[in-house]
C-alpha cells in the first residue's frame, strides 16, 4: 500500500501481530483514523499531538522537521509523543503550533489527495459501519449543513464565491460538481418503498 510505504510481505506480517515500528507505525495509525475507525492509540493523545501525528502521516511535515522546529530536539522525541510515552511541554506545544500553522494549507491539500485516492473504500467502510437509520441522519445533518454555508456564501462577497469555485471546483473530479452530480441522482431517483 502506497499510503503505508509498506510491502505486501510487511503488511502479512502485521496480520500475524508483528506491528511496524517508527513512521510506519504513525502512518497505519493515522490511515485508520483517516478511513473513519477509532483508534484508541491515537484518542488518548493531547489534541496538538494527535493533528502533528495526521501531519507526518500524511506528509505534510517530515519528522526530522518537526524535530529542527521544537527544538532542536532528537527525531526519537517526537515518537515518544505520538505513542504517548512523554508529555510535552508548553513552550513545545507553542512552537510545534506554529509549525502545523505553518503547514495547514499543504496539510489541507494531502488530506483531499488522501479522499480522493481512498473514496471507494470509505464507502464500503462506512456502509458496513452504518445502520440505514443512521446513514440517513448524518446524510440529513450533511445538507442542512450545505445549505446553512451555501446560504452564508449567496448572502456574502461574490469575491468569496469566486474564491470557493476556485478552491474546490478544479481538478479531475472537482468536489463542486461531483457533490452536484450525486445530488442529481439522488433527486432524479423515482419510485415507491416497498413495505
Given at each position: 500500500m502506497d499510503f503505508l510505504r509498506a510491502s505486501p510481505y510487511s503488511i502479512n506480517g502485521w496480520k500475524k501481530g508483528i506491528l511496524p515500528v517508527g513512521e510506519r507505525y504513525i502512518?497505519?495509525?493515522?490511515?485508520?483514523q483517516l478511513i473513519g475507525y477509532e483508534v484508541a492509540e491515537i484518542k488518548g493523545l493531547p489534541a496538538i499531538v494527535q493533528e502533528a501525528g495526521a501531519y507526518i502521516a500524511l506528509g505534510a511535515v517530515s519528522i526530522a522537521d518537526m524535530a529542527k522546529g521544537m527544538g532542536p530536539i532528537k527525531e526519537k522525541r517526537i515518537f515518544e509523543y505520538i505513542h504517548g510515552n512523554n508529555g510535552i511541554s508548553e513552550e513545545r506545544t507553542a512552537k510545534l503550533r506554529t509549525i502545523l500553522a505553518e503547514n495547514a494549507s499543504l496539510f489541507e491539500q494531502k488530506k483531499q489527495e488522501f479522499a480522493l485516492k481512498t473514496d471507494s473504500l470509505m464507502h464500503r467502510i462506512s456502509a458496513e459501519k452504518l445502520t440505514p437509520e443512521k446513514l440517513i441522519q448524518q446524510f440529513a445533518a450533511a445538507c442542512t449543513q450545505v445549505?446553512?454555508?451555501?446560504?452564508?456564501?449567496?448572502?456574502?462577497?461574490?469575491?468569496?464565491r469566486f474564491l470557493m469555485r476556485e478552491e474546490?471546483?478544479?481538478?479531475?473530479?472537482?468536489?463542486?460538481h461531483t457533490?452536484?452530480?450525486?445530488?442529481?441522482?439522488?433527486?432524479?431517483?423515482?419510485?415507491?418503498?416497498?413495505?
Open positions: 502512518r497505519l495509525l493515522y490511515f485508520l445549505r446553512t454555508l451555501g446560504n452564508m456564501l449567496l448572502d456574502g462577497s461574490r469575491d468569496t474546490i471546483g478544479k481538478g479531475k473530479e472537482p468536489l463542486l457533490t452536484w452530480e450525486t445530488l442529481n441522482r439522488l433527486l432524479a431517483e423515482r419510485g415507491e418503498i416497498k413495505g
